[in-house]
């Protein structure tokens, strides 16, 4: 018995062996192409303002459908979007999770979809994936401690999929679950948080056409440090809010315990929408710094709901934002 | 018997003697040892290599170096009682002052980079948030130990300026609350920090309590 497992994890990390190379691969031969290409729009008196470095850039979904959705922002770049990131499970450093992730095994996937629902049980990443259409949306993403960045993410509508899950009208939340395997995840060997990592919406936050299940960014698969193999996107909330490598979703009638509220009931609400006017009680809210940004340049106003109110603030109007931070 | 007593007397007289000029020749060394952090600092935030939060990084590691240097002047003197390391009383000041700049760096920082001399948020910073309140008290409480830290000084004050320089006990106990207060939820560091802080200070407790 022992024996066939030993073999099977063999194989595996042959196969994601051969994986990352013909990444690899695939990325040298984009930049190339990019690199004709840009030329071309050069030539041609074209300019893309979005496209902080093409070689930022890989080309991991060739079919992908580019959206309206943040073509004018200003990107920033891959590499500090990938060396700067908040993923306690590699480690509190903000470079841990690119320094402790790269041996992370986000294939084979599956997540767990339990509560109250028609279609619970346990899926295949590819099975739920086979019914997306990948599409690109530049977001922009406000961190609680007051830095942002605006990433190009690959993915699809989280309303999409929760409906095929068939939500009763008993799903007034849905929580999140982030995997729990300290042999491979070494930040949680220790308790800094209460693992596993634990987020949620109501419902209806939910089923906004803004939150978004990514599983790539700048045209790469999800590195492993920004939450491979899939994570919730929610631009209008505080980053810890979008939760990495999920491995469960769970629709409730209450509201679901989330981690960062439990470890801080003060200073982590439930909603934690972004909110210039409410102060974190250690630090402003009012202003963010955008990574990549040189350290003689002042920080930027941050916006109420990060700027998308348009399409939100209807779903917090009778709300007191002060009380439900 | 007796002679070679002598010589190894007049041997060690020797050494004595000669190691002024060694102070001499490490004093300015440790001085740019101690510079050393604050110039690669610099080099680095002006060759663009702190990472994408630059502010960030300059103002963590000007704290960190703040508590270390804190943490090394408290060192000197149970160091050089228990290991007989008389010397080393040559570098209690340096490392005293070096604390101090490096505060006075972790600080002008803040209100530069953080702040932009905005007055009316350092204001209502330092009045609102406790960490940042208590961290601007360890500050206040180093300039009167930096400013008494001459030789003249020391000779005015006499047995008081043992009295005021005492006040670094409390400042060191602020200066790690003040990092305590600002940690999310990982406290390795400070924690390590506050082990090492609790033996210095421990060390002067016990020998007060020996008297």
């Known amino acids: ?325 | 018997m007796l002679q070679l007593e002598a010589v190894i007397k007049s041997n060690l007289f020797m050494l004595i003697k000669h190691r002024a000029p060694a102070v001499n020749f490490f004093k300015p060394m440790v001085f740019i040892l101690c510079f050393l952090p604050f110039m690669l600092l610099v080099f680095n935030a002006l060759n663009n290599e702190l990472g994408p939060n630059p502010v960030e990084e300059i103002i963590r590691t000007l704290g960190d170096w703040a508590i270390y240097f804190i943490l090394i002047g408290l060192t000197i003197t149970p160091a050089r009682k228990v290991f007989k390391l008389n010397w080393l009383i040559r570098y209690r000041r340096m490392t005293g002052l070096f604390a101090f700049f490096y505060v006075c760096m972790h600080f002008l920082s803040y209100i530069w980079f953080d702040q932009f001399f905005s007055i009316e948020n350092i204001v209502k910073d330092i009045i609102k948030r406790p960490f940042i309140t208590i961290g601007f008290i360890s500050f206040l409480l180093l300039i009167p130990l930096a400013v008494t830290s001459t030789n003249g000084m020391m000779k005015r004050l006499k047995k008081n300026w043992g009295r005021l320089h005492q006040v670094i006990y409390p400042v060191s106990i602020l200066a790690l609350l003040h990092y305590f207060m600002m940690i999310k939820a990982d406290y390795l560091v400070p924690g390590v920090m506050l082990v090492i802080l609790s033996v210095l200070l421990g060390y002067r407790v016990i020998l007060k309590f020996k008297r």
């Open chain 1, 1 to 325: 018995m022992s024996f066939l497992i030993k073999t099977a994890s063999k194989q595996d990390i042959k196969s994601s062996d051969i994986t990352n190379e013909s990444d690899y691969l695939n990325r040298r031969e984009f930049i190339k192409q990019t690199g004709i290409l840009a030329g071309a729009a050069w030539a041609g008196g074209l300019g893309s303002p979005a496209l902080a470095n093409t070689s930022d850039y890989g080309s991991d979904y060739p079919n992908l459908i580019k959206t309206a959705y943040g073509k004018s922002e200003k990107l920033t770049s891959f590499e500090d979007a990938t060396t700067y990131n908040n993923f306690y499970e590699f480690g509190t450093g903000k470079k841990d999770p690119a320094q402790n992730a790269s041996n992370f095994k986000t294939d084979p996937w599956s997540i767990t979809v339990e509560g109250e629902a028609n279609k619970t049980g346990t899926f295949h990443l590819e099975d739920i994936l086979k019914h997306a259409q990948i599409e690109e949306r530049i977001y922009r993403f406000r961190c609680v401690e007051a830095w942002s960045m605006t990433v190009p993410w690959l993915g699809f509508s989280l309303a999409d999929m929760l409906k095929r899950f068939e939500p009763t009208s008993k799903a007034k939340y849905v929580q999140f679950d982030t995997l729990y395997d300290p042999q491979q995840m070494p930040g949680q060997v220790r308790r800094v948080l209460d693992w596993p990592y634990r987020d949620g919406l109501r419902m209806d936050e939910a089923m906004n056409p803004l939150c978004f299940m990514a599983t790539g960014i700048y045209g790469h698969h999800m590195p492993n440090q920004n939450g491979a193999p899939i994570r919730l996107v929610v631009p209008w909330k505080y980053g810890f809010k979008s939760i990495k490598s999920i491995v469960k979703i769970k629709f409730t009638e209450h509201e679901p315990v989330c981690t960062w509220n439990v470890t801080g009931p003060k200073e982590y609400g439930f909603y934690s929408n972004v909110n210039p006017n409410v102060d974190h009680p250690r630090w402003s809210q009012a202003t963010e710094r955008a990574l990549g940004s040189k350290f003689w340049e002042p920080k930027a106003k941050t916006q109420l709901f990060n700027g998308y109110g348009e399409q939100v603030a209807h779903l917090y109007k009778d709300m007191d934002l002060k009380k439900y931070f």
